[in-house]
């Protein structure tokens, strides 16, 4: 597709259990971030990428958060016991150079996560 | 904390008449600031940003106007139409090594009626 595509759109889970949220960025962006929205909430920075390395993960809330970035493509957030708390939809945006967030950087529909 | 603040969670306008969406910020270091327009399921598209080099940035039926002494945006959308009806969040960024890392606002449901 043309867009950043994130899978799947919606996921519920158990608290307790293990999560992972897939991006697939826009074709040759090099550029990846992480943000999420808790309800009620503007977006918030979770992890940038340039490549395949993690350049700023500042905004991961704790050691339960984790992502990859393997190929320099499709990133994976895994969340490792999840808590109600990190209910919230989760979105990716990729831009073709870093840290272009303005009419070069596209964010993908999101991942709706509910932790019950 | 919040460091962006969007104190009107609703707005309701008429179609054709002039939108203006509001914004405040409290980290002087904030010096690029970004509208972005978001529909039910959708992720967030960019609208309009300025720099804060400048005081007012247009773009069509959309301008942005800044003050920062007053640490305070705008957004002006002129005409509104049924389209625009949306959540407009504002952001701000630190220009250099970090200016990726967006700090938005809660958002403003904006509805414009026919």
């Known amino acids: 597709g043309a867009g950043v595509s994130q899978t799947p759109s919606n996921k519920v889970t158990e608290k307790g259990k293990y999560v992972e949220l897939r991006c697939d960025p826009i074709s040759g962006h090099t550029a990846l971030y992480w943000y999420r929205q808790s309800l009620g909430q503007g977006p918030e920075f979770l992890i940038y990428?340039?490549?395949?390395?993690?350049?700023?993960d500042s905004g991961l809330p704790n050691d339960r958060f984790f992502a990859v970035r393997p190929e320099g493509s499709v990133s994976t957030l895994k969340i490792q016991r999840t808590e109600r708390g990190d209910s919230a939809v989760y979105l990716c945006a990729s831009s073709k150079h870093r840290a272009a967030m303005n009419t070069e950087a596209f964010f993908g529909q999101g991942t709706r996560l509910t932790v019950v | 904390d919040q460091q962006v603040k969007q104190n009107s969670p609703s707005l309701s306008v008429q179609e054709g008449r002039i939108s203006i969406l509001n914004c405040d910020y409290t980290?002087?270091?904030?010096?690029?600031f970004l509208w972005y327009k978001k529909y039910p399921a959708e992720g967030p598209t960019f609208l309009i940003s300025i720099s804060s080099i400048k005081d007012k940035n247009e773009d069509g039926r959309f301008t942005v106007f800044l003050n920062k002494s007053a640490k305070h945006l705008s957004l002006h959308i002129v005409p509104s139409q049924p389209g625009d009806s949306a959540v407009y969040f504002c952001a701000a960024s630190k220009s250099g090594g970090s200016n990726y890392k967006l700090t938005f606002g809660k958002g403003t449901l904006l509805t414009v009626n026919p």
């Open positions: 990428f340039q490549g395949t390395g993690a350049a700023d």
């Open positions: 980290n002087s270091m904030f010096d690029y």
